[in-house]
């Protein structure tokens, strides 16, 4: 059984929990060490049992905490090399052995939790979401996602259970106050997934024997938790597919952690 929470979701910082028995792992690390470690108490896990913190990529709110964390606890941060390279400056000195690669395409087993990194489209150095398979069970986190496409729709079928990015509200977006080449950036190609397209993927999956969604990576001023649940129910719907009934949908915030979901 994999035990998966979302500590923290949001254009402000991103890290989830994933455990297999004795062995556990962290999604990113992108708020303060400390408050990562209370959040990891407020689930009733410590560091004790993590093996590995994976990097999806450079940007601040998914590293922030990661090298405070890994000279702290003497865990290994994973990334592939050009993420190394891009996030490196970032990350304050630290031990060799703190320092591990994971290329795309590449499998890496921990405990029996196999790790399998994919690309994702995003303006980054070399982005990736991450598989996680355990006896036979998926666990997928995919975030910051300029656009759909086959391949990487491919990574994400047949997952048992999925954190999806739900960022923004394109109309929110279009009218709010940030700046148009921060809008274009955000709609582009390599920026992030709305809300309607969440919709999407998620009413697909769902068609697909997916059962559980959480809603991640909302945006703070172009997003709010009741809109993106909203939106991904109403295409839920379209394919007569009942939230909470015939499938588990939460929206992942921003400041704390999520229902602990057992897969």
Not at 26 to 36: K, M
Not at 127 to 147: E, L, Q, R, S
Request: net charge neutral; proline share 4%.
């Amino acid at each position: 059984m994999i035990k998966v929470c979302s500590l923290f979701s949001g254009s402000s910082g991103n890290c989830i929990f994933v455990s297999h028995q004795d062995t556990a792992l962290l999604v990113d690390a992108g708020v303060s060490g400390r408050r990562i470690e209370e959040a990891l108490k407020g689930i009733g896990e410590s560091f004790e049992k993590i093996v590995g913190i994976f990097i999806t990529h450079e940007h601040s709110d998914h590293i922030s905490g990661a090298g405070i964390l890994a000279r702290r606890h003497k865990v290994p941060i994973y990334a592939n090399e050009l993420t190394w390279k891009a996030m490196r400056p970032f990350m304050g000195k630290l031990p060799p052995d703190c320092i591990r690669y994971v290329n795309v395409g590449e499998t890496l087993n921990l405990g029996e939790i196999e790790v399998r990194p994919f690309s994702i489209p995003h303006d980054a150095a070399c982005p990736v979401g991450y598989n996680f398979f355990v006896n036979g069970k998926k666990v997928t986190i995919a975030t910051d996602i300029g656009h759909m496409n086959n391949e990487l729709l491919g990574h994400l079928t047949k997952s048992d259970m999925i954190l999806l990015e739900s960022n923004h509200d394109i109309e929110m977006l279009k009218t709010g106050r940030y700046p148009w080449p921060l809008k274009r950036r955000i709609l582009g190609e390599y920026g992030h997934l709305c809300n309607d397209m969440a919709g999407k993927v998620v009413a697909y999956l769902a068609q697909n024997g997916t059962k559980s969604f959480l809603l991640g990576h909302l945006s703070k001023e172009n997003n709010f938790p009741e809109l993106a649940y909203q939106t991904v129910c109403n295409a839920l719907m379209e394919k007569c597919i009942h939230p909470n009934k015939d499938v588990y949908l939460e929206v992942a915030l921003r400041d704390r952690a999520s229902k602990v979901l057992y897969i």
